[in-house]
């Protein structure tokens, strides 16, 4: 699938705007991006999971025995990518501070484990699925994601980095939007669940 593919795809279902945004951070945006609008439409799941899969090199696909996202945001990532690649799929829950597996999912030693994201922004709670996958014993192979944002991430401390699509976007505190500066007032959409 095209990087072009996967940005109609998103236009199609509402799930990327452009125009001028109040995220749930506070900060304004130009690009309006919310996962859950493409992945409500199941065949629009399949689509872009098949594709990340096959995004990842044969010889380290064919190792994968696992996947795993954190919730809520990755578990029909994990479980569209899962069903694409013939493997079981997991999730990590925050548990206080933690991140860790609940509901009885277990890792066997040394199982080989595909890390999946929506959207990747920092990092930062992928980082905490790989730690909390390796707490339970298994082996991180390789991280995914439908879109990576970050625009800097090239692995995860030596574990490769698959995103389908890189999209880089912008956002601003208020004080420093340009848009507002332009005299713009940035909407809301939807009351929640914006990120
Ligand atoms: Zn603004």
Known sequence: M?????????????????????????????????????????????????????????????????????????????????????????????EGERMRLRRGFAIAPGERVLVVEDVITTGGSTRECITAVREAGGEVLAVASIIDRSGSISDFGGVPFFPLLRLPVQSWEAADCPLCAAGGTPVKPGSRGLQ
């Open 2 to 94: 095209a990087p072009e593919q996967v940005i109609e795809l998103y236009r199609q279902d509402a799930a990327l705007l452009d125009g001028h945004f109040l995220l749930s951070s506070g900060r304004h945006s130009d690009t309006y991006l919310q996962s859950a609008r493409v992945l409500q439409h199941p065949e629009h799941a399949a689509l872009l999971c098949t594709a990340m899969a096959k995004a990842i090199p044969e010889p380290l696909r064919r190792q994968l025995q696992v996947v795993a996202g954190p919730a809520v945001g990755a578990i029909l990532v994990s479980y569209e990518t899962a069903r694409a690649l013939g493997v079981r799929s997991i999730f990590t829950e925050r």
